[in-house]
């Protein structure tokens, strides 16, 4: 798509009880975001105007339709998931049907961004046990995503806003198998992902990174653990001297957000779910997106859950779901410019006059790049 074409965003209903319907709702009543994208929500005008009833809220034009193929770049559209299944709306109550309508609004959702009729997808929340199926048998979106957009990569969870990117070394795990997967191995793995996203995605030509310890105050020298010394800070150090990734560490957590040495860097590599997303929406729960980076397709989601305490209240913050559709496109754009920038780029040359026909290729890194003519 050219970069004067407005994106198609995907937006899928989540959790058809809680607050997915409320947030996306007032989010797309703005006229402006027609401006900046056409959206699609992947859901039920039924169960859509349950929500909007619930909440008193003004109703507004949306073109209803049962094929992506039939939308209106004019209008916020809804593609018809549910004509099939009975879904019953019990506002606030955890239920299989509601699990079941989020999985139907995601498949298809996921099946139109692989065939290149939406641009970009945007998930409201989930119930990860409601969605557990044998249709779907992860343990999140991002594990779901990966198996299904990844095509052999390997997806990295980023909360992000616009002062904070926190990336996930393990994401919805057990806490007790955390230190049997923070390996050498995925950390330096994770930090290729997270280094190739912040310049890809984020525009950010060499990122700095820190690398948060796994240990209470980074082990204590071994005292108190130690995967600092034989995992973590091998794979720093691996990343710096062979790959080239600038990055830090490993930082003890609780000092590090505590007096904001986040603010010196591009992005926070955590160990463990809770370790980065504590902090993280402590300073940014009302704009805090979640990107699934590392895949072929951008996706973003609000970065909080399904709200049941104050679904049909109408007091739900839509802040973060608008900022994850502003970032969706933000990301998608930057993948444009950056692919367009890299694309058959010239090698760059020069002749080494103390020797006969030899050139240095500056497109190469190593120091054995010298090859005869």
């Known amino acids: 798509m050219a970069n004067n074409k407005k994106v198609r965003v995907g937006i899928t209903q989540g959790d058809t009880n809680g607050i997915g319907y409320e947030v996306i709702l007032k989010a797309l009543a703005n006229p402006q975001i027609m401006e900046l994208c056409t959206p699609v929500i992947y859901g039920s005008a039924k169960i859509l105007a349950y929500h909007r009833k619930a909440i008193e ?14 939308i209106k770049d004019t209008l916020p559209n809804l593609v018809e998931v549910c004509q099939d299944t009975e879904i019953k709306v019990e506002l606030g109550q955890p239920s299989k049907q509601a699990g079941r309508a989020a999985f139907l609004a995601l498949e298809a959702a996921v099946s139109d961004l692989k065939n290149g009729k939406i641009d970009v997808l945007v998930t409201a929340p989930i119930n990860k046990d409601n969605i557990h199926s044998e ?33 996930l070394v393990t994401t919805h ?31 950010i030509v060499k990122p700095r990174i820190a690398v948060l310890s796994l240990n209470p105050h980074a082990g204590e020298n071994g005292m108190l653990g130690k995967e600092e010394q034989t995992v973590i800070k091998p794979a720093i150090d691996k990343a710096n001297d062979e790959e080239r990734i600038l990055c830090f560490g490993p930082y003890a957590a609780d000092g590090f957000f505590g007096n904001s040495q986040y603010r010196h860097f591009d992005g926070v590599l955590a160990m463990y779910h809770d370790q980065g997303l504590a902090p993280f929406k402590t300073l ?22 399904t709200g049941y305490d104050i679904v049909g209240k109408g007091v739900a913050n839509e802040n973060s779901l608008r900022q994850a559709i502003y ?13 367009e920038m890299y694309r058959n780029p010239l090698r760059r040359q020069y002749f080494d006059h103390s020797k006969d026909n030899v050139v ?8 054995d790049d010298i090859a005869a003519k």
């Open 327 to 339: 970032a969706a496109i933000d990301i998608f754009r930057n993948r444009q410019r950056n692919d």
């Open 57 to 70: 809220m003004q109703a507004y034009q949306i073109n209803n339709v049962r094929s992506v193929d039939n």
């Open 135 to 167: 249709e779907f048998s992860f343990p999140g979106h991002t594990e779901y995503l990966e198996a299904s957009l990844g095509d052999g990569g390997k997806a990295l969870m980023i909360m992000c806003n616009e002062n904070l990117r926190v990336a």
């Open 284 to 305: 940014a729960m009302n704009d805090g997106v979640n990107f699934t980076a590392g895949l072929p397709y951008v996706r973003t989601s609000p970065d909080h859950g």
């Open 173 to 203: 795990m057990p806490l007790a198998q955390v230190p049997q997967a923070v390996t050498e191995e995925n950390v330096l793995g994770k930090l290729r992902v997270f280094n190739d996203s912040l310049r890809r995605d984020f525009g």
């Open 360 to 367: 240095l290729d500056l497109t190469k890194d190593d120091d």
